[in-house]
């Protein structure tokens, strides 16, 4: 066992020597750790400090990293066997004292990751919670508030994956200041509103169609209702408050008197004016529509039977009055009863 143990030692000593001495230790150090036909792959360090053989001892069964034993080796010997907490791409092109340097340097490498249109706060959160190391708890704090949650334009971000939720909040932000540049704001002030309001009146109003070319008409109302104080009344808003209230109801089919007075402060039917966020994330070019709408006075709509998706839009009551009863009347011939 001894004799065994001193063999292992010389090889390892003569082999410290080569490296150190050989002139083809250039060569012999940084070999590639990849063949050219392996495919690229990203090593995730959760914890600062962590062994690179430990870490190359987890990668063995998957073949991801060859001579990942000489890779130990020259880790030990050359002291660079304590990776950084971080998020690192492994290619083909990379040399084993580039990927020692690497990981025990920090030299992380950005995610990126898409942030999609149509998401609810909580849906967002946890999404997002896939992307980095963070605890839900620790995300909603920094962008579940209103603040950040109104500021969130759809859009594939690059960023580092240790970036605190502190930090990917202050990235989102940037984001919302370039979308909301000189042209915008422009837009928005002729509508009277500020780029938050927008982007809250964006989300009720793809919520009431899925329409794109009726987005435009929808917001136009909206801002017609606003300008006179009359208060908006829109049904998903109305049916927001109810599964906030009531988080395990399935969906709503027909939205009932009992829901619309619900006491909430995203209620329309019960508050004045918008409410403090959007209902949902919003794409850019639904706010954009939005920001295209010319009102013209019409300030109430109705889902329009003949037209699935489509509503019929009006400026008087009693055109609005007969609008509705047909709607209510083809729900009732379809069985919609709640």
């Given amino acids: 066992m001894k004799k065994l143990i001193s063999i292992i030692l010389f090889g390892a000593f003569v082999f410290a020597g080569v ?11 940084n070999f590639s750790i990849q063949k050219k036909t392996d495919s690229p792959f990203s090593i995730y360090v959760p914890e600062e400090g962590e062994s690179i053989s ?45 990927f020692l340097r690497k990981l025990s340097l920090g030299y992380e490498d950005p995610i990126r990751f898409r942030v999609a249109g149509y998401k609810n706060r909580d849906k967002y959160l946890q999404e997002i919670s896939n992307f980095f190391p963070w605890s839900i708890d620790s995300l909603r704090k920094h962008l579940g508030n209103d603040s950040s949650w109104t500021h969130l334009i ?15 909040a202050k990235r989102i932000d940037q984001e919302y200041k370039i979308f909301w540049g000189n042209h915008r704001k422009a837009k928005a002030d002729a509508l009277g509103l500020s780029p938050d309001q927008v982007m809250v009146l964006a989300s009720i109003s793809q919520a009431e169609t899925k329409v794109l070319e009726e987005i ?28 906030e209230l009531n988080p395990d ?17 995203y209620n329309t039917y019960y508050i004045s004016g918008l409410p403090p966020s959007p209902l949902a994330s919003v794409e850019p070019q639904i706010i954009d529509a939005v920001l295209q709408s010319i009102p013209k006075g019409e300030i109430y709509m109705c889902a329009d039977p003949n037209r699935i998706g489509y509503h019929n839009f009006t400026s008087s009551f009693r055109q609005h009055l007969i609008n509705s009863r047909k709607y209510q009347k083809s729900l009732n011939q379809r069985g919609i009863r709640q």
Avoid at 57 to 69: M, P
Avoid at 76 to 88: C, E, K
Avoid at 161 to 168: A, L
Avoid at 225 to 242: H, M, N, Q, W
Wanted: glycine letters at 6%; proline letters at 4%; hydrophobic letters at 40%.
């Fill in 19 to 29: 490296i150190a001495f050989s002139p083809y230790r250039g060569m012999l150090i």
């Fill in 216 to 243: 435009s008409r929808v917001a136009a109302l909206f801002v017609s209702r606003l300008r006179i104080g009359k208060r908006l009344e829109s049904d998903p808003t109305a049916v927001y408050a109810f599964h």
């Fill in 54 to 98: 430990i870490l190359l001892d987890s990668l063995k069964a998957s073949e991801k990293i060859h001579f990942s034993k000489w890779v130990s080796l020259i880790a030990r010997i050359r002291g660079y066997d304590s990776a950084r907490f971080g998020h690192y791409k492994i290619d083909s092109n990379l040399g084993a004292m580039q």
């Fill in 154 to 168: 759809p859009n594939t971000y690059e960023i580092y994956w240790t970036t605190s939720p502190k930090g990917i």
């Fill in 249 to 265: 109801e399935g969906m709503v089919r027909r939205v009932s008197r009992k829901i619309t007075r619900i006491k909430h402060p």
